[in-house]
């Protein structure tokens, strides 16, 4: 069965009012990592591309950097929060398994509107992004997306082979409705017939919390790298084709390429397969390490910081994740009211 697709050349008039991303204070470094694990900074950086992630606070969690994100998104887009009408997170690390973040978020924000969950793991924000957008068109007037992460509570720290790839932040965006607007077309996808690729085997219903789990710390992160490896970029890439070949663009049409950051070398042999240049790609997976949903609104927010994103320009976002999941869509890059900022613990004009 093939993935699910917008028809050929279905783009949604929806435009970014609002952009932000939040990163936590703590920098840690790969020689911060190889004071406490069996690993080093070379290693790190050759088979990752990764140098440093940001790590939350003790006191923080995944609400808090979707709150933060969310209110410099609002102030980005020259809006409140009784300007919206929805609320999507996308997490994989929520603050609870019950309640769901984005109702944490909203009460935070002074809103009772729809708020929910979006669990897609890596993938999550463009799932949420084709979310937001078809709400828009059937009534809502401005949708809050936010992907917001804190992996590094769900990774053993002791275990050299996931503990060095995972960093938190997260990122938000205010959708609204605009007939001068293009988003789109989507492609998204999954494929659920061999979870443990990348996976907490036990801490839900199908293996609650016990003694042995605490004892085999089944209850975190686990994957089978090289697996992922392979189904990264062959996702990412057939997904972002499938897109490409629907709106009936060719690659050089592209003028930014943001892709989920998970690995350097993953991005590239994306990019190479699809015939889009390093220098078109946009890269923070050497900053954030992967923020798993947070990952493509941190390097959207960052690509604008960076002075990459130009009004009219095409960007082409496509993300993978543990389902599997995938996902792909094309956004055409309109600016927002105000120049936003990434946003920090310690500050930023935005909070
Ligand atoms: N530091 C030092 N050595 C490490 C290490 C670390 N952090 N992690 C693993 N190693 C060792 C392994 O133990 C192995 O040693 P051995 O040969 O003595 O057995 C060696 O490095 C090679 O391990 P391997 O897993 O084959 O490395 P790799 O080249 O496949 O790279 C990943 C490993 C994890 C970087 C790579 O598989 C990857 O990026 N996968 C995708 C992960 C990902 O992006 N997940 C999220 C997707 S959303």
């Known amino acids: 069965m093939s993935s699910s697709t917008i028809p050929k050349g279905h783009t949604l008039p929806v435009r970014f009012a609002g952009l932000a991303s939040y990163l936590p204070d703590r920098v840690v470094t790969n020689d911060d990592l190889a004071e406490v694990l069996d690993t080093n900074d070379e290693w790190i950086r050759t088979r990752t591309g990764i140098r440093e992630r940001r790590v939350l606070a003790p006191n923080q969690a995944t609400s808090d950097l979707a709150i933060a994100a969310a209110r410099a998104a609002l102030n980005d887009a020259g ?7 929805a609320i999507v997170v996308a997490t994989t690390t929520p603050d609870h398994t019950v309640p769901g973040t984005a109702p944490l978020v909203a009460a935070a924000l002074g809103s009772e509107v729809t708020a929910f969950d979006i669990n897609a793991a890596c993938s999550g924000f463009l799932y949420a992004l084709r979310v937001g957008a078809g709400m828009l068109a059937t009534g809502d007037s401005a949708v809050l997306v936010v992907g917001a992460e804190a992996l590094t509570r769900i990774v053993d720290p ?24 293009s988003l789109g077309p989507f492609d998204l996808g999954a494929d659920g017939s061999d979870p443990s690729m990348l996976w907490t085997e036990a801490g839900g219903t199908r293996q609650p919390v016990d003694g042995g789990v605490l004892h085999d710390r089944s209850n975190l992160l686990s994957m089978r790298g090289g697996d992922v490896y392979r189904n990264a970029v062959a996702r990412m890439t057939a997904s972002s084709k499938q897109v490409l070949a629907d709106a009936g663009f060719g690659v050089d049409q592209v003028d930014l390429l943001v892709g989920h950051q998970a690995n350097i070398r993953i991005l590239e042999a994306v990019g190479q397969r699809l015939g889009i240049p390093a220098e078109r790609s946009h890269i923070t997976v050497d900053r954030h390490g992967n923020t798993s949903a947070a990952s493509v609104p941190l390097a959207l927010a960052d690509a604008r910081e960076a002075g990459r994103l130009n009004p009219g320009d095409t960007i082409l976002l496509t993300a993978f994740g543990a389902g599997l999941t995938w996902g792909s869509c094309l956004l055409t890059w309109q600016p927002t009211r105000h120049q936003g900022t990434t946003t920090t613990a310690g500050g930023g004009g935005a909070m």
Request: proline share 0%.
């Open 158 to 181: 002791g275990d050299r082979s996931v503990a060095v790839l995972f960093g938190d932040g997260a990122g938000a965006a205010i959708l609204v409705a605009d007939d001068q607007a």
């Open 79 to 85: 809006m409140t929060a009784d300007d919206l009408s």
